[in-house]
């Protein structure tokens, strides 16, 4: 784990209601391709080209290739979050703690874990600190610096205009070549032992509510199901005089 801090705080992602009676009825979860990521500066590791000490140029495309990575948050309520990953209110947030993902994702018998398995929290850093940091680093510092998740340490780089994310990355390095697939990696998730909070889109009315807590439940979720309470609230009475 890499500057976690608490293991046993919250955090949470939004899936899209479609992804998530997917997860319940396989119970599994699927790590994208770093590619799949948004921002053009993510991955910026990977997508750059090395020169070897002799000048030799070397195409990281294989090494793009074998990285896969999930993004959680510390936030738990947000209505930024909610507008982006919800927005046509099909979101769904689940809740658990770094301990609980990563150990169920963590395969102790592999003989590579070591090499293979990373949660790390994201560090910010400005464009001009992410330039300087390429043109000081070279190809060999990473891949062969002798350090397991050297090399994982770039997918947790982003810039301070997505700070207001808070993240946490769920890591794998598909060292055997013999996981990933279409640009996946899909691994064991059971459910129930993991999460420990489901919380449907606060936009939506109650009618809608029930109905997609009925999916849920009927995917076999039984945890329980809340709607996020951003929008609720209580109006107070202001004397006058």
Same mark, same amino acid.
């Given at each position: 784990m ?7 705080a ?8 479609e ?15 770093p ?19 002799d ?17 959680w !948050?510390?936030?738990r ?6 507008? *982006?990953y919800?927005a ?7 809740? !658990?703690?770094? +301990? ?31 330039? +300087?940091?390429?043109? &000081?680093?070279?190809?060999?510092d990473?891949?062969?610096?002798g ?6 340490r ?6 301070? &205009? ?13 060292v &055997? ?16 032992? *993991? ?10 009315s109650? !009618? ?6 009925? &999916? ?9 199901i ?16």
């Amino acid at each position: 784990m890499i500057d976690i801090g608490d293991v046993d705080a919250p955090i949470y992602r939004i899936f899209s209601l479609e992804r998530l009676l997917d997860v319940l009825r396989t119970q599994t979860n699927a790590l994208v391709h770093p590619s799949k990521w948004d921002d053009p500066f993510e991955n910026f590791f990977l997508k750059s080209h090395a020169e070897l000490p002799d000048g030799t140029h070397v195409s990281m495309e294989s090494l793009s290739a074998s990285w896969y990575g999930q993004c959680w !948050t510390r936030n738990r309520d947000s209505d930024a979050m909610w507008r *982006i990953y919800s927005a046509a209110q099909t979101g769904v947030r689940i809740g !658990t703690t770094s +301990r609980a993902l990563f150990s169920s994702f963590y395969q102790e018998s592999d003989t590579f874990a070591s090499l293979k398995y990373l949660i790390g929290s994201v560090d910010y850093q400005s464009r001009a600190d992410i330039e +300087r940091f390429l043109s &000081e680093t070279t190809f060999t510092d990473l891949a062969f610096g002798g350090q397991p998740h050297r090399f994982g340490r770039t997918l947790l780089v982003k810039r301070p &205009e997505f700070s207001h994310e808070n993240e946490i990355r769920l890591l794998f390095h598909d060292v &055997e070549g013999n996981h990933g697939h279409d640009r996946l990696a899909i691994f064991p998730f059971p459910f129930d032992r *993991i999460v420990s909070e489901v919380a449907l889109d606060p936009r939506l009315s109650e !009618t809608d509510f029930a109905q997609r807590r009925k &999916e849920l439940v009927d995917a076999g979720c039984s945890v329980p199901i809340i709607q996020s309470d951003l929008y609720q609230f209580s109006p107070s009475t202001i004397r006058l005089g």
